[in-house]
């Protein structure tokens, strides 16, 4: 069954580090979201990704964050500078369809864990 | 803002009851999606409910999207310990990106 995959599971960086985290979305999906999950709080948006370009982002998703689709496989969330409260769960998610008058099933890859020291 | 409550958080029963979720908001939602999440995984989607009044059923799990669009309901029956887990619903934003808005999650523990 075809799903979303994430690497690395788990990376630790130092404050002020730049970090990518790396997403291979589910093939024919179109739509690529990214979602993080403090501990112990609720999943939150941050972005989200069509046609090479961002169809949406939260007031999360400032200057520091930015997304990439390099190749046609690849779905990449950049963090320029880390700060402490970046460290999060962070999920990728893709969906073959957008909404309107269409149920958007996203997807769910498994996190890669930030911890930002 | 578009916000999702979702109650309770913490459940914990007995193996054989029966409970209900509800997930509660003042937003017309176009879907709203439920998720279960495994600690240290990503949410994996357990049902998509589209139109108002909508009920599926998977197994013993009920859904059910209210008439309104902004409001949800998970039911379970005769809950067994591997029902154990936490339980999200997340609602499809009509505007924009279509993205999802997730509640807080309810963690359920089934005991034997």
């Known amino acids: 069954e075809p799903e979303v995959t994430q690497t690395p599971s788990h990376q630790v960086t130092q404050m002020g580090q730049e970090v990518i985290l790396r997403c291979v979305p589910i093939?024919?999906?179109?739509?690529f979201y990214w979602y993080r999950q403090i501990l112990g709080q609720k999943v939150e948006f941050l972005v989200s990704?069509?046609?090479?370009?961002?169809?949406?982002k939260s007031e999360i998703f400032d200057d520091q964050f930015s997304v990439e689709r390099p190749d046609g496989s690849n779905f990449t969330l950049k963090i320029r500078s880390t700060k402490l409260e970046d460290s999060a769960m962070y999920f990728c998610?893709?969906?073959?369809?957008?909404?309107?008058?269409?149920?958007?099933?996203?997807?769910f890859g498994p996190g890669t864990r930030l911890t930002v020291l | 803002t578009q916000l999702l409550e979702q109650s309770p958080q913490f459940l914990s029963i007995q193996e054989g009851e029966n409970l209900t979720v509800y997930c509660n908001s003042s937003?017309?939602?176009?879907?709203l999606q439920w998720y279960r999440q495994e600690p240290g995984e990503g949410p994996v989607l357990l049902v998509t409910?589209?139109?108002?009044?909508e009920v599926k059923k998977l197994k013993r799990l009920t859904f059910q999207f209210g008439d309104a669009r902004k409001d949800s309901s998970l039911h379970i029956t005769a809950a067994q310990p591997g029902d154990t887990g936490l339980y999200l619903c997340?609602?499809?934003?009509?505007?924009?990106?279509?993205?999802?808005?997730f509640g807080q999650g309810t963690r359920l523990t089934i005991n034997p």
């Open positions: 998610a893709s969906s073959a369809t957008s909404g309107g008058f269409y149920y958007n099933e996203q997807f």
């Open positions: 093939s024919n999906h179109l739509y």
């Open positions: 990704f069509y046609n090479n370009e961002i169809s949406e």
């Open positions: 937003s017309v939602f176009s879907s």
């Open positions: 409910v589209v139109t108002g009044g």
């Open positions: 997340a609602g499809v934003t009509i505007q924009g990106a279509q993205k999802l808005v």
